[in-house]
């Protein structure tokens, strides 16, 4: 009788283990424009009905896979990314009316400036575009999520993959503040300037591991 008992016991653990769903993590890769793409396969897993239990990425795929793991849809993604001037985001221009008075004059006056360091020699940018416009747009998207956080404890679990100039090493980014985490895994080289923290300058997680 015992072992009768002992068997449907371990049967009984068997069938409950095979039951159980296998988790699904997810990995976003970069491609610039082309990242835009991975909306559409989160659409796609949705209407299966495939639940994502972690994600990653790097470049354009952290970016849609960190708004992903704090909640937003796909649909509400993609018009989010509808929506948005681009042009505007990928530059450093500000809205004329949110400037004072004497830069709009400024701006008025001359067609190109170049920016000068208190010695007087020119200051050479770290990249084209410093980056503070997309910056904005993160952390617009990410309220709530600004305080330095562990990435785990998102409501999907989340990691974004960086690039480390110093030594050239892949950064995984798994704790901090969510919109700063986006803004160094897409910091392409000579076009963004690079994000700096703790002793590291963090660009594109695509140069080393993509």
Known sequence: MKRILVFLLVLFVMLDVQGQRK??????????????AHIGVLKVLEEAGIPIDYIAGTSMGSLVGALYAIGYDAHT??????????????SDKVYRYNLPFSEKEETEKYLVSVPIKNNREIKIPSGFISGQNIYNLFSDLTIGYHDSLD???????????????????EVIQDCG??????????????????????????????????
Not at 24 to 35: C, E, F
Not at 78 to 90: C, G, H, I, P
Not at 151 to 169: E, M, Y
Not at 181 to 191: F, Y
């Open 23 to 36: 988790k699904v993590g997810l990995v976003l890769s970069g491609g610039g424009a082309k990242g835009v």
């Open 77 to 90: 993604m993609d018009s989010l990314v509808r929506r948005q001037n681009w042009t505007f985001l990928l």
């Open 151 to 169: 990435f785990k404890k998102l409501p999907i679990p989340f990691a974004c993959v960086a690039s480390n100039l110093v030594d050239g090493q």
């Open 177 to 210: 503040v969510l919109p700063l985490a986006m803004r160094a895994s897409m910091a392409i080289p000579g076009a963004f300037a690079p994000v700096r923290k703790d002793g590291m300058v963090l660009v594109d997680g695509g140069i080393s591991n993509n």
